[in-house]
């Protein structure tokens, strides 16, 4: 039985169509200005009564911290244990309360629910942590994190993405697009370090 003529048609069409140019071209990013970049929304955990790191068990910390790391990962482990923290009562993360959490994390890796990524510098507490599958950089709005909460690899991603679209001073253009004004010396030296990431990259 041969084709209809109108599925000859159809297909004939199709055949024209620069299908190939399609399965790689990205859209434009809805509600970028030329000369911008935009960023996908935060998504940020919601704070709620968990118990203290220092006496729960595995049992009740590891769900906490998957929960956590699958809302804002990729994540620094210092920002995820640090909400925890607060979320349990506590002020300061001090090291008594950062172990067990840390073990949590590891307990996650080996259960193949978190990947740990360690800092190029080996900086304490600058571990990221993400889903196991999620996407290793995710270049997103600053949300409730300051900007040393940001991972350096989607500093250095959002660095990148602003030099394709034009940006000359990369430091003011990373502060546009957060939503900050003042480049202070703390944030002098951590974008100082993501230019580095970025154009070892």
């Known amino acids: 039985m041969s084709p209809r003529p109108h ?13 190939s140019e399609w399965a790689v071209a990205e859209p434009a990013p809805v509600g970028a200005a030329p000369g911008e970049v935009a960023l996908a929304p935060y998504s940020a955990w919601e704070l709620r009564p968990v118990p203290d790191p220092r006496a729960a068990g595995r049992g009740a910390i590891d769900p906490v911290l998957a929960e956590i790391v699958a809302a804002e990962g990729p994540i620094l482990a210092s920002r995820a244990y640090g909400l925890y923290n607060k979320a349990s009562g506590g002020k300061k993360l001090t090291s008594i309360a950062r172990a067990p959490l840390s073990a949590a994390a590891y307990r996650l890796r080996m259960a193949g629910r978190v990947e740990i990524v360690r800092a190029e510098d080996g ?26 909460e940001v991972p350096l690899d989607e500093v250095a991603e959002l660095m990148e993405r602003l030099t394709v679209a034009g940006a000359d001073d990369l430091k003011r253009a990373v502060l546009d697009a957060y939503g900050l004004v ?4 703390k944030a002098d030296e951590y974008l100082e370090r993501a230019l580095d990431l970025a154009g070892s990259a």
Do not use: Y
């Open 7 to 19: 599925a000859l048609l159809n297909l004939r069409t199709v055949a024209g169509w620069p299908i």
């Open 123 to 148: 900086a304490q507490g600058e571990e990221v942590l993400r889903s196991a599958g999620s996407p290793a950089v995710r270049v997103r709005e600053l949300g409730p994190r300051a900007l040393d």
């Open 182 to 185: 003042r480049l202070t010396a």
